[in-house]
């Protein structure tokens, strides 16, 4: 089963809002409510910024936001800041050969 | 406040074993599922396989499937993924990972090197 689709890399300049997408398929994205997103600065470990689509844990900035249409998920940061560039994850559950799928990755970079 | 400090991690030979353990602390170990994702050397996330609360399901990714288990000690509080058969390409961090079902990662541990090579 291939991993979630997401973008290599996005950009923005702080202040403004940018968004990655996670496309996978009716058997995962498209079926479930259950899509994570994950934050990872260089090495460290990933940190859980959003879950069943669009909830924050606590201690999560407001400026991160969830949604999905389709089979397509989507990571929302608005009011970018200069800590915010780091490696960013999708995963959903799926009713494929596998429990958990994960997206590539994209890298931010904040300009 | 949840902690998950994994150990083990070493270089081994091809075809060889290690374990690798993740001590857990600041929630209760009988309510959680488990997990342990891994990261290959500058590349993605990979889920490996998870356990249920209970212990009673456990599931793998195909590419470890009949290699590694994974299992649990709740006097010890602790996580366990044997894996057996090594290869280069399990070479990785590998991370400790809970959540309320075997498909969340909420809370992730800081990893443990395995390298496999000869």
């Known amino acids: 089963q291939s991993a979630l689709t997401q973008p290599a890399s996005v950009s923005g300049s702080p202040g403004q809002s940018i968004t990655i997408s996670c496309t996978g398929s009716s058997r995962d994205i498209g079926a479930y409510n259950y899509v994570s997103w994950f934050q990872q600065h260089p090495g460290k470990a990933p940190k859980l910024m959003i879950y069943e689509v669009n909830t924050r844990p606590s201690g999560v900035s407001h400026r991160f936001s969830g949604s999905k249409s389709g089979n397509t998920a989507s990571l929302i940061i608005s009011g970018l800041q200069a800590e915010d560039e780091a490696d960013y994850y999708c995963s959903s559950y799926t009713s494929g050969k596998t429990l958990v799928i994960f997206g590539g990755g994209t890298k931010l970079t904040v300009l | 406040e949840v902690q998950l400090l994994e150990s083990g991690g070493d270089l081994a030979q091809p075809g060889g074993s290690l374990r690798l353990s993740c001590e857990a602390s600041g929630f209760i170990f009988s309510s959680n599922a488990m997990s342990w994702v891994r990261q290959a050397p500058g590349k993605g996330l990979e889920w490996v396989s998870s356990?249920?609360?209970?212990?009673?399901?456990?599931y793998y990714a195909d590419s470890v499937k009949g290699r590694f288990t994974i299992s649990r000690d709740y006097s010890k509080n602790t996580l366990y993924l044997e894996m057996n058969s090594l290869r280069a390409e399990d070479t990785a961090i590998y991370y400790c990972?809970?959540?309320?079902?075997?498909?969340?990662?909420?809370?992730w541990g800081q990893g443990s090197l395995v390298t496999v090579s000869s």
């Open positions: 990972t809970t959540g309320r079902v075997e498909w969340e990662q909420l809370y």
């Open positions: 356990i249920s609360n209970s212990g009673g399901s456990r």
